[in-house]
């Protein structure tokens, strides 16, 4: 591999499937290696030399490219939103990871815990969720948790969530229902400003990424 190689990001869990088509469409095409399952490796051949993939968590992809570890990435808008790194340019809404962001709270009404001004939030988004209760004056208290954000209410931890909803098979099965949307969220290229702008090899895969989603809306 050159020394000058780039490293591109990619979330490793659901996005991932509907990247891989998109990602191929641009020339990123992980080597073999990439799809054996009992591989632990974290980083992968592709078939172009002077690149290579990194998977990682879809948070850890954003601090990647923000930091100029990785020059690009995919990563869903949740994360952007959340992070709102300046460092981060997300030029190509790749229309895949369609879901949004919703306040949920039990369906029986039992998790309304909080006075009018005051609520408790469980989320692993806490900045868009003090965002979005701001904006309505109320004060927003939130326990960051990394997943099944949908036992809180039940058990007394908060009154209600703030998580990402798409078919709403979650809440339902959980006991919750939406309240609020807060945003809706689709899967983005991301790129590091500074890489944008010294490397042309970035500035060529960010055209190459556009032209597709262009196509791929034309259609
Ligand atoms: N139910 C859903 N339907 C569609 N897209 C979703 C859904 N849940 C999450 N997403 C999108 O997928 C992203 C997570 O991507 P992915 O699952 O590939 O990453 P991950 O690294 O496995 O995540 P995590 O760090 O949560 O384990 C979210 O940030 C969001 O943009
Ligand atoms: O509306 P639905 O179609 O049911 O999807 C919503 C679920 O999907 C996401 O979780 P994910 O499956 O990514 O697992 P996680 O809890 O590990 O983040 C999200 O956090 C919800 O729990």
Do not use: W
């Not at 780039?6 to 095409?29: C, D, H, N, S, Y």
């Not at 989320?123 to 309505?136: A, I, M, S, V």
């Amino acid at each position: 591999m050159p020394q000058n190689s780039l490293t591109f990001a990619v979330p490793k869990g659901r996005i991932l499937e509907e990247a891989l088509p998109v990602m191929a469409r641009a020339g990123v095409v992980p080597e073999d290696g990439f799809h054996d399952k009992s591989n632990r490796a974290l980083s992968f051949a592709t078939t172009r030399e002077d690149m290579r993939l990194i998977r990682v968590r879809a948070f850890d992809v954003a601090t990647f490219v923000a930091h100029g570890a990785a020059q690009l990435g995919i990563v869903g808008s949740d994360v952007i939103e959340e992070f709102d790194y300046s460092d981060l340019y997300a030029p190509v809404d790749l229309d895949i990871g369609h879901c949004h962001l919703s306040v949920a709270e039990p369906a029986d009404g039992s998790g309304d815990v909080g006075t009018a001004s005051h609520l408790r939030i469980a989320t692993k988004y806490p900045n868009l969720t003090r965002r979005h209760f701001e904006r309505q004056g109320i004060q927003a208290e939130c326990v960051k948790l990394n997943g099944a954000m949908e036992l809180a209410p039940t058990l007394g931890l908060a009154g209600r969530i703030v998580d990402l909803v798409s078919t709403g098979r979650t809440l339902k099965d959980n006991g919750l229902v939406e309240k609020d949307k807060i945003i809706d969220i689709s899967a983005r290229l991301i790129v590091n400003r500074a890489a944008l702008k010294t490397d042309s090899r970035v500035a060529a895969l960010v055209e190459a990424f556009r032209a597709d989603a262009e196509k791929r809306k034309a259609a």
